[in-house]
């Protein structure tokens, strides 16, 4: 049985916090290493999380609410399947393989924006769980394109970056444009 008042204090826990969108400097920022893992270091992943799931997004980097730290948030599940939380501290890549695959990108820092980009298809990676806990294993899929869109973000890198100036400067236009209408209804 849930215990309605334990998860009303649970929620209370977690904040959604605004998410950056380009041109927003801070994006271009380069995030630093996390330390150490500490209950400080989980109140934000679990805010990343909330934020991710309300935008909707399958991935979040902590840089794109404005705290440049080495952490990465990501939920692959299927709609309709129960949620599959992960969180990556201080990711590494390891291995890649040469093959590249194109896969259609968005990204929630660039929102109504998508474009096929090209990443390898396989990435081995290292990195410390919600725990702490060191993590060494090979992603592939949907897995791998995703945790490299992120781990670009860590590098002040936009899936945009990739794209032709015209087609850059078209997707930003459109943000801002988008952003002021927000503001002005
Ligand atoms: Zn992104």
């Given at each position: ?7 009303a204090t649970y929620i209370t826990f ?172």
């Amino acid at each position: 049985m849930l215990d309605e008042s334990l998860a009303a204090t649970y929620i209370t826990f977690m904040t959604i916090r605004p998410i950056l969108t380009v041109p927003n400097p801070v994006l271009k920022q380069c995030s630093k290493p996390v330390a150490e893992v500490t209950d400080e270091t989980r109140r934000l992943m679990d805010d990343m999380l909330e934020t991710m799931y309300l935008a909707p997004g399958i991935g979040l980097a902590a840089v794109q609410i404005g705290v440049p730290l080495n952490i990465i948030v990501m939920d692959l599940a299927k709609e309709g399947d129960d949620p599959k939380p992960q969180y990556f501290i201080n990711p590494q890549i390891l291995e890649v393989i040469e093959e590249k695959r194109p896969y259609e990108e968005g990204c929630l820092s660039v929102p109504d924006v998508f474009d096929e980009i090209d990443r390898s298809a396989r990435v081995k990676i290292r990195y410390q769980d919600y725990n702490g806990i060191e993590v060494t294993e090979w992603a592939e899929g949907l897995y791998a394109v995703c945790i490299q869109h992120e781990m670009d973000h860590l590098k002040g890198v936009l899936f945009i970056d990739y794209l032709s100036r015209l087609k850059r400067n078209r997707a930003v236009k459109k943000v801002q444009k988008a952003e002021k209408l927000k503001e002005a209804g």
